[in-house]
């Protein structure tokens, strides 16, 4: 008869951790910034499909890193939580910290449990309340272990480096536009280089305090992003080839800026044929008669001239 194989708590946790953390840093990060007016979730996602930051309830918003099919499916069920709770008792009792206590349990069951694989997934639950004082942001790891945060938050992919831009630059109380710049910015800060992320590329929504509707979410689309980023890095429409030459040899091209009178015609050189009119003539009269050009020297030698 065989041993069994056997494996200690502690390691078969410590693999299952490592397992799901690898997973997580796969993914691009998510970024939640608290500004004067709300909460701002900046992704970078590419897909126009697939969506990080989701509404959950009138003023709870969800985002997340990880593995699509598994983080959707907690979002439906929180969704359905949220639903159910404010139909049967008053929309006022659905709170980020209910949900974040029942997002909890359901992944702290399924990371201790060994019959299926730990979720590779960590969450963002916000609220947004009437004061900034009052806006709350839980951060959910893939073990159920639940954080509360201040300020700015950070998941997913390089999250330590992001972090670090963040902590660096982060002012309380800035407006929706310094704080998306400041998001943008961290997701495209690494250790080698920044690079510039595309509008397109960019999953960008908030909870927005000042909004009339009960409803405090909305998403951020292109043309908002573009107006609030402005320009960033260089200039799509580039300068063409020696136009900087041009303009500082000042040659007669309009775009170098040479001045050139608006109605005077190009002067062109005159026709074989035909002689240049004489200095203070003026234009030439087409009336009349061509002048014949002067004949080739004649040589008093040459008995055919």
């Keep these: 008869m ?5 494996v200690s708590p502690e390691q078969l946790m410590k693999d299952r951790a490592d397992f799901a953390r690898k997973g997580i840093a796969r993914g691009r990060s998510v970024v939640v910034v608290q500004y004067a007016d709300g909460v701002l979730f900046v992704s970078e996602n590419p897909s126009q499909a697939l969506h990080k930051v989701s509404e959950i309830y009138d003023r709870l918003a969800f985002a997340a890193v990880g593995r699509y099919n598994e983080f959707e499916n907690l979002r439906i069920a929180g969704v359905r939580l ?13 709170t980020g910290r209910s949900l974040a206590n029942a997002y909890a349990q359901t992944l702290g069951t399924i990371f201790s449990s060994g019959g299926e694989k730990p979720y590779e997934v ?14 709350q942001i839980y951060r959910l790891t893939y073990d159920g272990q639940v954080a509360d945060e201040h300020g700015y938050a950070v998941m997913g992919g390089a999250a330590d ?3 670090g831009h963040l902590k660096e630059h982060y002012e309380t109380g800035a407006t929706l536009q310094d ?8 997701l495209g800060h690494s250790e080698a280089n920044d690079r510039v992320i595309p509008v397109e590329d960019l999953e960008v929504a908030v909870l927005d305090r000042t909004r009339t509707q009960a409803r405090k979410f909305y998403r951020l689309r292109a043309e908002r992003l573009v107006a609030l ?15 900087t030459d041009q303009a500082a040899t000042g040659s007669g ?28 003539e003026g234009v030439h009269d087409p009336a009349a008669p061509p002048v ?14």
């Design 179 to 186: 704080a998306l710049r400041l998001a943008v910015a961290a």
């Design 229 to 243: 980023l402005g320009v960033r890095g260089p200039s799509s429409a580039a300068e063409p080839p020696g136009a």
């Design 2 to 6: 065989s041993t069994p194989f056997y």
């Design 253 to 280: 091209t309009p775009e170098s800026g040479a001045a050139q009178h608006p109605i005077a015609p190009p002067l062109t050189p005159p026709a074989v044929g035909e002689s240049p009119p004489a200095t203070g």
């Design 161 to 163: 480096v992001v972090a």
């Design 292 to 305: 014949a050009p002067p004949g080739p020297p004649v040589d008093p030698t040459d008995p055919l001239s």
């Design 82 to 94: 949220a639903d159910m709770r404010g139909y049967s008792y008053d929309r006022r009792d659905v």
């Design 122 to 135: 960590e969450l963002f639950v916000a609220e947004v309340g009437d004061a900034p004082e009052a806006d």
